[in-house]
């Protein structure tokens, strides 16, 4: 055998194999890591993007959060003013009633006292009738006038 037929030979298998080896398996092979890298590269890039949004949506919670707490904080400072301004009103209908009250009870009292001194001076005249009808009755004297006039006096 000859060494350099042998040498061909293996040569020419040697490249057949490398046509081989680049024709169907390191085509496909670098294709699929190319591929590989590509969604590597999309995952990571998507895997950041998620960061970014999430520090996104932590700062706009933090944000609607102090929004919300600002709101909050209106609506119960408004509530407090409504209370008061309920409270003011409350007062002043119950000091407008009280004052009728007692403005009425007033006009009954100076018209109870009107009446009671009507009453009085009825009882009076009536007591002084009746006092002048006795002292006419009996004699006059100074001593049973005066007696008579105690008894009125008593009386009234």
Do not use: C, Y
């Amino acid at each position: 055998m000859n060494v350099t037929a042998t040498l061909f030979g293996q040569m020419l298998t040697f490249a057949v194999l490398v046509a081989f080896v680049w024709r169907f398996l390191w085509g496909p092979m670098t294709h699929m890591l190319a591929e590989r890298s590509r969604r590597i590269a999309d995952g990571l890039a998507a895997a950041e993007k998620g960061r970014h949004d999430l520090e996104r949506a932590q700062r706009r919670a933090v944000e609607l959060l102090r929004e919300t707490r600002q709101q909050a904080s209106e609506i119960l400072a408004q509530a407090e003013k409504r209370a008061n301004e309920i409270i003011d009103e409350a007062k002043s209908h119950a000091k407008h009633e009280a004052e009728g009250i007692l403005s009425a009870a007033r006009s009954e009292i100076v018209r109870e006292t009107n009446a009671a001194r009507e009453q009085l001076r009825v009882s009076v005249a009536q007591l002084a009738v009746a006092a002048a009808g006795r002292i006419l009755e009996e004699e006059i004297d100074a001593d049973a006038h005066a007696k008579m006039l105690g008894a009125v006096v008593r009386q009234i």
